[in-house]
């Protein structure tokens, strides 16, 4: 059964080296380094380069998420059904959000398209809070004498 949520570990594991990459990438014009930084992200405090930190990190935090919950699915009391749509839901956001933040960055009105793939991530997670309440609840109601 774990062989089923190995799309959501490579994805996981896929967007943490794309993190480290987009990192390095933009470390080469953090702190007066040796590379220019594009026009639009010269300014620290600006919108275009928020936005580009904000994808940077999303790729990280998201594919630690991903992988988390692969590693969960066996411990919550979801149907498959649940399951699919939480590690579908999680693959999504997990792909999308980051690349639609560095989209945004670079062409401001993509930013109106961030709220689908942030949903798609909150539809997982809460899929899974909900499994783990109901396993938490049964297990509890099991050591009950």
């Known amino acids: 059964m774990q ?11 896929s967007s943490m080296a794309l ?5 390095l ?11 220019l930084p594009p026009k639009m992200l010269e300014d620290y405090s600006d919108v275009h380069r928020r936005l580009a930190r904000l994808g940077h990190i999303a790729f990280f935090g998201l594919g630690i998420l991903n992988i988390l919950l692969a590693r969960e699915f066996h411990a919550l009391d979801l149907g498959q059904g649940q399951k699919r749509v939480a590690a ?6 997990n792909v999308f959000l980051p690349l639609t933040l560095f989209a945004a960055a670079v062409w401001h009105p993509l930013k109106y398209t961030m ?10 997670i809460a899929i899974a809070a ?10 509890s109601d099991e050591t009950r004498p």
Do not use: Q, Y
């Open 88 to 93: 579908w839901a999680m693959n999504f956001g």
């Open 25 to 35: 990438v933009m470390g080469l014009w953090s702190f007066d380094g040796p590379v």
């Open 130 to 139: 909900l499994g783990a309440v109901k396993a938490w609840r049964r297990s």
């Open 115 to 124: 709220p689908l793939p942030a949903t798609s991530v909150f539809v997982a």
């Open 3 to 13: 062989e089923e949520w190995n799309i959501n570990r490579a994805i996981g594991w």
């Open 19 to 23: 993190g480290v990459a987009t990192g």
